[in-house]
Every structure is written in C-alpha cells, then in structure tokens.
C-alpha cells in the first residue's frame, strides 16, 4: 500500500482508537533483576523492555578512566525475536545511534563528579519491539538508576510525538511512525513534579517551528503521566522500607 | 567487589554448611529450585518463553523463515540455537559475540532438541532441494544465579510447544503449530568433594565450576553429556550423576506438560 | 516506631540551603534529594538515608578487606568498593625490617583497616594503627549490602551487642559491608545466617527480638 494511501486518522480516532494525546498502556516494574545493582522492566504499547544498571564500578580497560568523574555506558541491544523479521545479534548502525543519544540524556543528570574514576554502565534489552522502542529503554532505565541508588539531579522521562494526517498525535504506534510526516522522540529531566529542561531531542521528517512547539507540549503532557508511573513502581518496590524501628 | 574475590568469600560459607550435610538455601541435595514457566510472552516471535528458575531468568524466542536445506539433507528443515549471555545478566558478561560459555550453552541446548528428535524436520520441507523452513532457536540469558544451562533448555523446548510455523506471512499456507513430539530435558549438577548438588546456584558455584549436564528424552534415554569444568570424574560417581538426572528431569518434565 | 519518608531524586525536601545534609544537593535555594532513599528531618539538617548504592569509602571507616596485589611500597586492597584502596607500609604494623612485604601480607589475605586519606582522585589509603586493625588468619567473613550495615549494628549498637552476648563470639562489622567473625564454629554459623536474616528483613519491626528468638532457637538445636 502506498505511503499516500492509508488513512492514519478516522473520525477523530487513531488506528488503535487513541485520542491525540492519549498514552499507550504502560507497565512498571522495579528491581526485576538479581544480579543487576539497579533494574526495571516496562511494557509501553506492544514494547516490553528490561533495563540493568551496574555501578559505579571499576572501569575496564583502564585507559577509559577519567580521573575527575564516572565515565556513563549505555548499550541499547534488540533481541533477534523482538521484530517480524529475526535481527542478528550484535549491535547494527541504528542501535549504536541510539545508544548514543540516551546516553546523552541520562548523562547531564547523573552526579558523576561524586565517582571519578568509575563507570556506571546502562544495558537495556528490547525483547518485543513496537514503535518508540527508544523511549520506552529511556523509561525502563531511567528507573534502574534509581533502583541502582545512583545520584542524580531528578528523574529523566520520555516520549515521543509524530505528525500524521497533518495532526500531532503523543506516543506513536508503527504504522503511525512508518506512514506520518515526522517523529519527534524527547527526553526530560523532572525534578520534584515539575519538566526542567529537555535532555534527548530528535527530529525524523518535516515540520514547522509552531508544529515543533506544539509537539513539545504534546510531549510534556504525556511526560508527566509516565513520570507518575515511574514514581510509583519504586514506591511499590520499597514501600516497606518506610518502617523502621 | 572484584567476582573471584567476592567467590572466595562466598566459598567457605557454601563448603561449611555442605559438610553440616546442608545446602545454602537449605535446598536437599537433589533439589531443583522453584520453576516457572511463561510461554507467548514475546509476540514478534513465532513462539516464546520466559523461564525463571529460582532467581535465573532466561528468554526464548523462536523465529523461522524459508531457507534453503543443506546439501546432504534436502528434505530437512534446519535449526539454528544462539545464545547470548548478555551483560545485562551479570556483572561479568561483557559485551561482544559470543563467549566460549555461551557458545557451549547453545551447543548443549541444541543437541538435546536435535537427538530427542524433538522436533521432526521431515516436516519441515516445502520444497525437496531448494525450500525449508529454518527454526532459529535464540537464547536471551537476563539473569545469571546459576544453572543458565537448565534455565535455557527448559525455555527452548518451552518456546517450542508454544510455536506456529509462520506459513501465511511467506503465502505458503496456513499457520500451523510447530510439531512437537518429544520433550529433552537437561539437568546439571555440580559435584563438590563426593556430593552431587542438583541445579547450583551461583553462589554454589564459587566452589567451583566443576559440573555434568545430562540431558533425556521421555523414554529416559539420554541424548546430550557434558562435562563442564576442570575436574576428574569417577565412573561410580558418573553412573550416580545419571541416575539422578533422568529421575529429575522427569519430575521437570512433569511441569512441563501442565503448560 | 519510626516512619520516615521515601524519595526520590529531585525531590524538593526543604528551602533552606543550610539545613543540606548528606545525599542532597542545592540549587537556588532549594535543597533536594539525590538518591533513592529514606528522608531524615531534623531541626537543624535535612538528610537522606540511601537506600540502594556500592559502598564509597569516607575517612576513618573501619573496613574489611581482601589483598589484590602486593608491590614493593605496600599492598593493593579490595574493599568492595568501586574503588581500590591501598595500605602502605609505614601503616602496617606487623612489617618488620627483615621481611617482605609478601612475607607478612599475601594476595588473598584479609585485613581490618581504617581509612585514613581520600584524595580528590578517589585514591584511598588505609592504615593498620589502630586497636580494631588486624590481618584476619581465624574465622569466617560474611558479606552484605553496605547499605545494610547500620541495621546489623543496630541502634546504639542493640543488634551487634545481642549477637555478640548471645554467642559468645567476636564480631567486627566493616562499614564496606563485610563482617568478621570469630569463634565456635557452630556459632558462627548461626550468626553468619542470622545477619543474612537481618540484611533481608532490615526494615521491618521487631527485627531484635525476631533474630534473639532465632539465635536461641538455632543454639537449642545445636545442643540436642
């Protein structure tokens, strides 16, 4: 079917009946993993995702070392039974991409003058894959750092937006990602309820500046609902901590 | 703390309690940790598990596509088993291809699925010569207290009970299940002084990883050894290791068919 | 009984910049959480109590750790910390003149040491001088979560002393979250279990009287 031809929008409804701004279902859970110091698992729209943090720890090779500050490692990796069509394992030039990306936006929150000489490495595997599998590897290990005890500024939340039809809709499906006219994935820092700043932006298509604006407000709105979630699958985990003697 | 450090420490305490006749997680010495088993979990897979076996937690996920038959087969279809230890698992698995340890798990794993027979390949051909379907088998260790080696066979054959052959996606028919008609399972044990400890936890492993995986089929006829670790191995003490095994991996076996 | 807050990083916990205790960070004027933990309000600081987290040497913590490498100025230690720490010669008390260094502390070996210097760079330096610091040749070390340590030592040290009265052992809890212990060997045995209790149920009430219940029930057993 050609790119011009599907109808993306319906009476108002996206394909899978959404609202505009309306999330896919999300599901949280933290300290999923045994051997990790700090792990999360998350399903966001068909995408379920597990992500381990180790660190601060020694880091090897030792010529990676930074004497002033922990050096961050993300590795976003897809199992080859995460797609329709099997992917080999191994890092390809998408995956490297987007390592690269979200671990710029976890860096400028964590306190990594507190480590030097150290590593904090993030790993997060994609075991069933969906559009936006990016942002929800952001979510997941977001909420490992936390789990792991590592300092931070705040807590770093992700979304991403799309243009189809001509509208802007929050938290794109594939086909959505596949046949519209931009994808818009960002990343933000939130500190005590509130959006701080951006720290992972993307654009892949076209759009106008006032477009890009309106994106960005989609986006903060569906930022702060995933936040809320992200908040409470640590509050489940470690509730009973609360009580001492 | 550095692994092998971390181990020693560990070590003693493991050796302590063994020779009080005890096991860490005041297990018996033959006993498996609590399994469970979660098939269809991954739904870009043409089947799937998720295998937790204590705190070890492997996923599986099939997928096959037509390929063409090798040379001396033309009538088979193929299987394919990899596995990555990934470091997600543990603090020691770095990233990169795959390690001698996970080469030898995909080994293991896929000779039991091959001997067993477990699944028949003659059904697999759709065109004698020049079509067959290809199983990939892909291994996706997440969670590493010991024993990945059972954890991954179990969620092998469990992932393909729960598969269906993709025919519609390559217009070659309909979907059909995956025929399945045997059910290998492996046990590993590790043998410290003159004890066999059945399925060790990591921790029990710090006292060394000197193990034996013995993989059966249904009728208790065994289709995979391995001797992993740099130990000697009498014939009295291998003739107990079997026994054992084919008496647990039928009590895993039993888990399995609930499914 | 205490109930103490969870929070979060980037959890605002208080206006005033000088009340900022450990595990916050200032900014305009504001003080806020920077890890995982339990939140401690008192008149004067506001602080938070890491819930999670690798141990970080501070100074003057006692801690137990394992030789990694001897080298001719002192010994290389792992103290199960991103960090590695280093016991120079001059600080070891058992070095004497007509030995080497491998002679009196070997790769493998334990030690109970305190921390004496952190550079900038995260370079630890312990030392042996002082009366808790020995090379460790008996008993048995356990390891815990760091975080976990002021749990087995309890409140003005409650849980270490009932340990310590109730099986008669030696005990010498490192703040890098291993622990020594010393005596019969049945008994150690039983605390060793008991602090995996303590390190699993650190927050729940009644812990003292649930792991005194345990250590006499554990000892009845050993005696029958």
Redesign the interface.
Known sequence: MKKEEIKLIIDNRRLDGRKFDELRPIKIEAGVLKRADGSCYLEMGGNKVVAAVYGPREVHPKHLEDPSKAIIRYRYSMAPFSVEERKRPGPDRRSIEISKVSREALEPVIMKELFPRSTIDIFVEVLQADAGSRTACLNAASVALIDAGIPMKGIVTSVAVAKVDGVLVLDPIKEEDYYGEADVPFAFLIRNGKIESISLLQMDGRLTFEELKEALRLAKKGAMKIYQLQREAIMKKYIKEEVIE | MNEEVLMEIRRDYVLSKLRDGERIDGRKFDEIRHIEIKTGVFKKAEGSALVKLGNTQVAVGIKMQPGEPFPDTPDQGIIIVNAELVPLASPTFEPGPPDENAIELARVVDRGIRHSKAVDLSKLCIEEGSKVWIIFIDIWALDDDGNLMDASALAAISALLDTKVPAERFELGDDFPLPVRDLPIAITSLVVEDKILVDPCRDELSVGRNVITVTTDQEDNIVSIQKGGPFLLSEEKLDEIIELSIRKARDVRSILSKI | ??????V?????ISTNPKAAGV?T?V?NGNV?A?????LDKTETTVRVI?????Y?PSLNDTVIG?V?EVTANGWII?I?????AFLPIPENPDMKVNKRPNEVLDI?DAIIAKVMNID???KVTLTMKDKLCRAIRLG????INP?RVPRVIG?KGSMIKLLKSELDIQIIVGQNG?IWLNGD?RKV?IA?EAIYLIELEA??????DRIAEFIRKKKDEILR
């Open positions: 009984m205490i109930s103490r807050k969870i979060l990083p980037g959890d605002l595990n960070y900014e806020y920077r890890v995982l933990g339990l890491p819930l999670k987290g690798r970080i394992i990694k792992d199960n910390s991103p960090y590695m493998g900038p760079k995260m048995r070390i356990v390891i975080t409140k291993l060997r045995s060793e927050h729940t009430e009644g812990l003292t």
